[in-house]
T-cell receptor, first 113, second 115 residues
Framework: GDSVTQMEGPVTLSEEACLTI???????????LFWYVQYPGEGLQLLLKATKADDKGSNKGFEATYRKETTSFHLEKGSVQVSDSAVYFCALRENQAGTALIFGKGTTLSVSS | AAGVIQSPRHLIKEKRETATLKCYPIPRHDTVYWYQQGPGQDPQFLISFYEKMQSDKGSIPDRFSAQQFSDYHSELNMSSLELGDSALYFC??????????????FGPGTRLTVL
């Protein structure tokens, strides 16, 4: 079945450092890919998405490119802030009605000033 | 903009009791999903409804049931609660189907504690 694998954390960075969180997937079809962020004690927020190969999703300085050839969707940010500290989930969804998201295990990011 | 509403936000129950969680999707959204997130875990899909019909089923225990009503809100009914049911329960909604409906917006969650 479909699955998502993302790098294990925690990831600890200093403010203004570069961030990369790796995410790879296996899927039978051509899924859409997502990054969700969960701040402490809160729900899941959609960070960015890409619906087809070579699409680049971006939001709040974060970027990820849908790479079909490497089945990857790595999350990147050039300069992290303390406020970016959260858990980041990579997820995929096959494009059928009502199909659920399949999440990776999540990566905890901690940014210190 | 209106978001997904879940109630209650917190719920404490004893073992073997029942619980009902409610979800009100974003207006005009026709698809609702339920997920369970254990402590330090990724969200696990339970069940979904599209246009009031069950559309997909995940790892939902037989003790749980759910439905989507004519106004598109959904309820997750949980019976014979066990300690292991303690978790954060998320509802998400989306508009449409297939690729057009692929963005799911999550509610704040209901934190269920079973004592």
């Amino acid at each position: 079945g479909d699955s998502v694998t993302q790098m294990e954390g925690p990831v600890t960075l200093s403010e203004e450092a570069c961030l990369t969180i790796n995410c790879t997937y296996t899927a039978t079809g051509y899924p859409s890919l997502f990054w969700y962020v969960q701040y402490p004690g809160e729900g899941l927020q959609l960070l960015l998405k890409a619906t087809k190969a070579d699409d680049k999703g971006s939001n709040k300085g974060f970027e990820a490119t849908y790479r079909k050839e490497t089945t990857s969707f790595h999350l990147e940010k050039g300069s992290v802030q303390v406020s970016d500290s959260a858990v980041y989930f990579c997820a995929l969804r096959e494009n059928q009605a009502g199909t659920a998201l399949i999440f990776g295990k999540g990566t905890t990011l901690s940014v210190s000033s | 903009a209106a978001g997904v509403i879940q109630s209650p936000r917190h719920l404490i129950k004893e073992k073997r009791e029942t619980a009902t969680l409610k979800c009100y999707p974003i207006p005009r959204h026709d698809t609702v999903y339920w997920y369970q997130q254990g402590p330090g875990q990724d969200p696990q899909f339970l069940i979904s409804f599209y246009e009031k019909m069950q559309s997909d089923k995940g790892s939902i225990p037989d003790r749980f049931s759910a439905q989507q009503f004519s106004d598109y809100h959904s309820e997750l009914n949980m019976s014979s609660l066990e300690l292991g049911d303690s978790a954060l329960y998320f509802c998400a909604s989306s508009l449409g189907s297939g690729r057009a409906g692929n963005t799911q917006y999550f509610g704040p969650g209901t934190r269920l504690t079973v004592l």
